[in-house]
């Protein structure tokens, strides 16, 4: 295990060793390590000038560019704490995630600022066109580097990822530097990163698989590629992309997979120089990833696991030889310096095969907690003298001693990869004055909302269109059914399985 | 207007979302920067015309300038289903 370092330093130092070799590529534009340190030093300058102190929140808001992720490392550089929100979100969830962290500072496209809530007194910088009360980053970047900036320490917050929040409001995951470092540095090394590799960079900024991206190439000194934006929608286009850029590896979901495997023309767009394809965020159908190891004979697969909380915690190296290609894919072993336990409802650690407990979680990985929440003794607990993260997924032993993933205890789903709380769609519909009742469940790969009117009558288009405003647009429910009456089970609660049937019945 | 582009802007008009985005939804409303199409919505679409048409959308059909608008797309359908035959 490498020593760790806070993740102000990793741009640093990649300048230090490989000042000249290329860091970031967009198109046909590039930072080397020298001037992505430099760029990131002067946003880092700026943010100290403004007042911003270590620990102060840093709010991001933009599509991804070379510019939004040198202020990424600016905002480390300065001490403070990086919030990436994803731009696509509906006003009224970026202005959530921007009340509940209360950001210093917000640095954001020029769109994203002009729709900005005006009583937000953050201090503003748009990355691209000048906007009224804002500073451009072309301002920013006259500044002059400050020599002394602050000292870090590994618990020292780096990080702010808002998921799904059951409550209704997104939920703030604390990472710590020595959470995302201990993540980075593993895989660099698990995975032999090195000077010659091109990794896309495909994951959102504000999803955990991008800190693979930003700081496992730092770490390693490997080239990171940006695509067009455009490109993750049109399968051909991301995989002649992959084929000109010489992509080597990529760090994904089995979603984005299954679109170039499905549609990426793999066999004319060869992929010569793809080595290593890690794969993450939801379960990965056998049938795809066996279509994949036939498409691409000279790549190697690997499956990583670990809600946002843990990061990545356990992994599983595909063995093309002898995985059957039909049994559901292993979530592997604990990373190094991780433990987990399997714990069973009543509490005893399980040890057997075939037999499902709850995954715990211990080791560097794991985060500090929720921002300013009362879910943090309930999420992560001391047992026998350790400090345990409950991921309230549930696993057994195989044969081999090998973890396999047997799904939630609780209403949280995973859409393309992004945690969905059903509580979350649920309170977004229930905040519209006509609906009494709410129930979201999974139908096939969809969401199906079933809500009780009030006493105005209600169009499925009409409670979308509520929802759009209020939740990504991925969260919206394909299908939302009103109803006369909800049914109750003999507790009180709303009889979801009776739903259940419903909706796969009609 | 033909048949296809018209079963297209029926299509869009009746997906989630839709909504007020869909009002004056036209044979050359920009779909992708009007915020209709996104990429989960591309993937919708692309396998109901498929299922409707019965044909597969050649890969190399799959690509941006094919699905600027439902002209486009409709255009795009025509092709495919005709080398097909």
């Not at chain 1, 000038?49 to 070379?66: H, M, N, Q």
């Not at chain 1, 190439?217 to 990171?224: D, E, N, Q, R």
């Not at chain 1, 919206?476 to 089970?489: C, D, S």
Request: proline share 5%; glycine share 8%.
């Amino acid at each position: 295990m490498p020593s760790r370092r806070t993740l102000n330093s990793f741009v640093s130092e990649a300048a230090r060793r490989w000042p000249n070799r290329p860091a970031l590529i967009e198109g046909n534009t590039g930072l080397t390590w020298a001037e992505l340190d430099h760029t990131a030093g002067r946003v880092g300058a700026t943010l100290v000038r403004f007042g911003a102190k270590p620990g102060d929140r840093v709010a991001l808001c933009a599509e991804k560019s070379i510019q939004i992720i040198a202020c990424i490392h600016g905002v480390l550089k300065a001490g403070c704490v990086c919030v990436p929100i994803d731009p696509a979100s509906p006003a009224a969830r970026v202005n959530a995630v921007l009340e509940d962290c209360a950001p210093a500072v917000i640095i954001g496209s020029s769109k994203m600022l002009r729709n900005l809530d005006g009583s937000f007194s953050a201090v503003r910088i748009s990355i691209n066109e000048s906007v009224e009360g804002a500073q451009s980053l072309q301002e920013v970047m006259a500044v002059e580097p400050v020599s002394s900036m602050p000292s870090l320490g590994l618990t020292d917050l780096a990080y702010l990822l808002y998921t799904s929040g059951s409550t209704g409001k997104p939920k703030g995951v604390m990472l710590s530097h020595e959470n995302v470092s201990a993540f980075a540095t593993w895989a660099a090394v698990e995975f032999n990163l090195g000077l010659e590799d091109h990794v896309a960079s495909v994951a959102p900024l504000h999803f955990d698989l991008s800190t693979f991206d930003l700081y496992s190439t730092a770490w390693s000194g490997a080239a990171l590629y940006i695509p067009p934006g455009m490109h993750l929608s049109f399968p051909v286009r991301l995989a002649e992309w992959m084929a000109a850029q010489r992509i080597s590896i990529m760090y994904t979901v089995p979603s984005l997979l299954a679109m170039i495997a499905e549609r990426g023309d793999i066999r004319r767009n060869k992929l010569e120089q793809l080595r290593l394809l890690l794969f993450a965020g939801e379960v990965c159908p056998p049938r795809l990833l066996s279509t994949l190891l036939d498409l691409l004979p000279q790549v190697e697969f690997a499956n990583l696991y670990g809600p946002t909380e843990t990061n990545v915690c356990t992994f599983e190296r595909i063995d093309r030889e002898h995985w059957d290609r039909v049994s559901p894919l292993s979530i592997g072993v604990p990373c190094d310096g991780t433990r987990v336990l399997l714990i069973d409802d009543g509490g005893i650690a399980v040890d057997k095969k075939g037999i499902a407990g709850e995954l715990w979680v211990a080791g560097p990985t794991v985060a500090l907690g929720y921002w300013r929440s009362d879910k943090n003794d309930a999420r992560f607990i001391q047992h026998d003298g350790i400090r345990w993260c409950r991921t309230g997924d549930y696993a057994e032993y195989d044969n081999d001693r090998r973890l396999v993933f047997h799904g939630r205890r609780d209403h949280m789903v995973k859409i393309r990869g992004q945690r969905v709380e059903l509580g979350e769609i649920e309170s977004a519909l229930l905040s519209h004055a006509g609906v009494a009742e709410a129930a979201v469940l999974v139908v096939g790969e969809g969401l199906v909302a079933f809500v009780r009117q009030g006493s105005n009558r209600l169009s499925s288009a009409e409670l979308q269109e509520h929802c759009a405003g209020r939740v990504p647009r991925y969260m919206v429910p394909a299908e939302i059914r009103v109803l006369e009456t909800m049914p109750h089970g003999s507790t009180g609660k709303i009889d979801r399985v009776v739903l259940q049937r419903m909706a796969e019945y009609g | 207007m033909d048949d296809v582009e018209q079963f297209v802007i029926d299509y869009l008009r009746s997906r989630p979302l839709a909504g007020s985005r869909a009002v004056g939804l036209n044979g050359e409303t920009r779909l992708m920067e009007s915020g209709i199409l996104d990429s989960l919505e591309l993937m919708s679409l692309v396998s109901r015309v498929e299922q409707h048409y019965s044909f597969n959308l050649p890969e190399d059909e799959f690509v941006p300038e094919n699905f600027e608008t439902p002209h486009s797309i409709a255009q795009t359908i025509k092709r495919a289903t005709s080398s097909r035959k």
